[in-house]
């Protein structure tokens, strides 16, 4: 490729939209350009990092026995309410009508569609297992789309959906695409964790995410140095944790506290840690209202509330609610003499950390009152006792009571054990050697493309520009005769650059009547691992000039070892000693 042609529109300055490195370098760089919020353009550059990536996907999912397909991102609703997913996914599906009024949607993923395919195409025992999978469009209209490629709207996604006959078959094939995602990230040049996480409305059994481990990534891990136990935040296991010491009456008292409704101000006002308190929030879901009641100085996970209610949507209540329902105000509710009626506050989650027969601050439901000495389990029901709070840094792992750390996180893959969600809903059967009719098991396996090119970018890039690892790179190497204008110069360029190519690497000839120092910054903005500079010097002494894009200081070889030093970027990359952020 030369530059001259190439359309790469490099910008000096930091587009002041962009928040996080990959954004503001696969715009800086020329790669990609927002046509609406979350939907982009790939332009020649950064359509080249998603082709490697997608090339690594498509050769680690063929090896572990995957077939490709491509289905349709334009979805009939029919196949979305034979689900149920129609109602439950909420205004992320962006729904659309055709000509004749009929209801489609644009595709999120894929789950209906195979399991169509597959209960009209796969009847025997003897067809299964199957693994099938597809790199496409995926439309998902996020609330806030940001970072560039990292969460749109409109963006590419390799999913892949298993069918096996049991369990063992589905685990078994679960575990192949664990391995295949190790074989993936590890060829990206990511360096990743595996964690536990919430299967969302997707459902199933069990689910692990990939996360590259970055300051700018959305997730947080939780990690035990003890004994190795990570996962989402949203996931992660409840913890141990001691009640803290305080004086409290031996009945349950009223006490005033006017104006306080926080758990700091009541906590302080009363003189007792917020670990002694009890925060009582009402929450509503599609079908009631609920209690929940966790220590004071903790915070409800609401992913684990939500699927722990199977509820699909979740909130809670306003303050008009919580007067009606409690007979007191927002700030003020506490289980004691909490009515449980149908239509009304229907159940009491307690969380685990709740102690049983310890006293706690409660409110009263009542303005500007709280109640002490209240004992748990004796003066309001600990009938429904869960795990409900988040996890966080610095608590106490269940399993072997080290102390948890955490870790920053961009999930760029994600697999599911589905079980028979979709196969039993939508009668995806087959016969097995008894001739009896069962539903497949199913697995479903996703990985973001876009993402995974941005998240390569957070990991590796510079004050310069990008330092793509060379397995993403859009080039392998960039030939660049400082000046054009010197016909030695670029005589020696476009024979460098020939020998190159015809060797089968990818070049990038910079042949513009730019600056050298204009054509370095450019080239070290893009991010290409290898810099072959045509300058006088190395001319004069029948030597090339070469440097790869991390390292500080470039050497002259001889021009006989010149695709030889190309083909040893990828293992100087894995064997470099300044490993950059
Ligand atoms: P997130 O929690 O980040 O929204 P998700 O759990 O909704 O992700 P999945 O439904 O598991 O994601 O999708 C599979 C993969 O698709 C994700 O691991 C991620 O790499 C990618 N992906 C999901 N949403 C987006 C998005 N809005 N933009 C880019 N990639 C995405
Ligand atoms: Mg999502």
């Keep these: 490729m030369r530059f001259s042609k190439f359309l790469c529109p490099t910008l000096r300055e930091d587009p002041s939209e962009a928040e996080t490195a990959s954004h503001r370098l696969m715009l800086r760089g020329g790669m990609i350009r927002q046509v609406a919020s979350g939907i982009y353009t790939l332009l020649p550059l950064g359509l080249r990092v998603i082709r490697k990536v997608e090339t690594i996907v498509r050769e680690e999912m063929s090896r572990a026995g995957a077939q490709e397909v491509f289905m349709p991102a334009v979805l009939p609703a029919e196949l979305w309410k034979e689900s149920g997913r129609w109602d439950v996914m909420g205004k992320e ?4 009508k055709d000509r004749n009024e009929r209801e489609f949607c644009f595709g999120p993923t894929h789950e209906e569609i195979i399991t169509d395919l597959v209960r009209r195409e796969i009847r025997s025992y003897r067809d299964l297992p199957r693994n099938f999978f597809q790199i496409q469009t995926k439309f998902r209209d996020e609330v806030r789309p940001r970072f560039g490629l990292m969460r749109c709207r409109e963006f590419t996604m390799k999913d892949a959906y298993s069918f096996d006959i049991n369990e063992e078959g589905a685990k078994a094939s679960y575990d192949q695409m664990y391995e295949a995602y190790h074989r993936i990230f590890s060829r990206c040049g990511l360096r990743f964790s595996v964690v536990d996480a919430d299967s969302g409305n997707i459902g199933g059994s069990q689910s692990q ?3 590259v481990l970055a300051d700018s990534g959305e997730d947080e891990i939780i990690r035990c140095p003890g004994c190795g136990y990570s996962a989402n935040s949203e996931k992660a296991d409840g913890v141990i944790s001691k009640i803290p010491e305080a004086k409290m009456p031996n009945q349950m008292e009223k006490r005033e506290t006017p104006g306080k409704s926080t758990v700091s101000d009541v906590a302080s006002f009363l003189e007792v840690p917020e670990g002694r308190l009890i925060k009582t929030l009402i929450y509503k879901t599609d079908t009631m209202y609920l209690a929940v009641l966790l220590p004071g ?6 992913i684990k509330l939500k699927s722990a209610l199977q509820a699909q949507h979740l909130g809670l209540a306003s303050a008009q609610e919580i007067q009606e329902l409690t007979g007191g105000p927002l700030g003020f509710s506490g289980p004691v003499g909490l009515k449980i009626e149908k239509g009304k506050i229907e159940r009491i989650l307690v969380d685990g950390l709740i102690e049983k027969d310890e006293s706690y601050v409660v409110g009263a439901n009542e303005k500007d009152v709280h109640l002490v000495g209240v004992v748990a389990g004796k003066d309001f029901s600990m009938q429904e006792v869960l795990d409900l709070h988040r996890t966080r840094e610095g608590d106490q792992c269940v399993k072997c009571q080290a102390v948890l750390q955490s870790d920053r996180g961009i999930e760029v893959g994600h697999i599911f054990r589905l079980g028979t969600k979709y196969s039993e809903i939508m009668q995806a059967t087959f016969s097995d050697p008894k001739g009896e009719l069962k539903p497949s098991i199913m697995g479903c396996y996703g990985i973001g493309i876009g993402r995974t090119a941005a998240a390569a970018i957070e990991q590796n890039h510079d004050a ?5 690892p060379p397995s993403l790179a859009p080039f392998d190497v960039a030939v660049i005769p400082v000046q054009v204008t010197n016909e030695d110069l670029k005589r020696e360029g476009e024979r460098l650059y020939a020998l190159l190519a015809d060797s089968g690497l990818d070049v990038l000839l910079d042949d513009r009547e730019e600056s050298a120092g204009a054509k370095f910054k450019d080239l070290d903005l893009m991010g290409i691992p290898g810099k072959i500079t045509v300058g006088k010097k190395g001319l004069a002494q029948g030597k090339v000039e070469v440097k790869m894009r991390w390292q500080e200081e470039s050497q002259f070889i001889d021009p006989s070892e010149l695709v030889d030093w190309v083909r040893s970027i990828p293992q100087a990359w ?8």
């Design 93 to 96: 599906l962006l729904r659309i």
């Design 464 to 468: 310069r520009g990008v330092i793509f």
């Design 209 to 211: 995410e990939f996360m």
């Design 574 to 581: 894995d064997t470099r000693s300044s490993k950059v952020a």
């Design 297 to 302: 100085d903790r915070e409800v996970n609401e």
